[in-house]
């Protein structure tokens, strides 16, 4: 039996992560990325990116009735941000935990928002909430192509 091998008999989840155009403007990319990284999740899509506001309508069109729609719409595409997709066993939940609570006031220290933002309205990181709308945003946001198929090297020092 390979690691990988074992891996692939549980579920396997995709979850879609932007850092948002203020973790962009603030150079907190690198910052946010290696906090993924160095859980152990794996990188699938990776792009820097200016999206239409189509596409971010789209993106939130769970939220079009809130009052804050129009201005959330304003600040995802008031620059770039970047796109990734990351896979894993319980990848969207831990993810959430990561990127912590939506309002930054209340987010844990040690998370992504906890640490690095104080508003809501700037919040710096977008993190799908099941694993249903990982696949749904991914699919949404990168083309055909654009993920790679891949196996880390370290799988067997990060799985038993
Ligand atoms: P998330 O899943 O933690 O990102 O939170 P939601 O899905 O509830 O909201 C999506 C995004 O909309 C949040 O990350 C914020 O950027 C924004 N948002 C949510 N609630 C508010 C609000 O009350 N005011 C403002 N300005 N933005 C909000
Ligand atoms: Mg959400």
Known sequence: FLPHLVASMEQVDQTYIMIKPDGVQRGLVGEIISRFEKKGFLLKGLKLFECTKELAEEHYKDLREKPFFPKLIDYITSGPVVCMAWEGVGVVASARKLIGATNPLQAEPGTIRGDLAIQTGRNVVHGSDSPENGLRE?????????????????VPWLRE
């Open 138 to 154: 991914i699919e949404l946001w990168f083309k055909e192509g654009e993920l790679c198929q891949w196996t880390q090297v370290q």
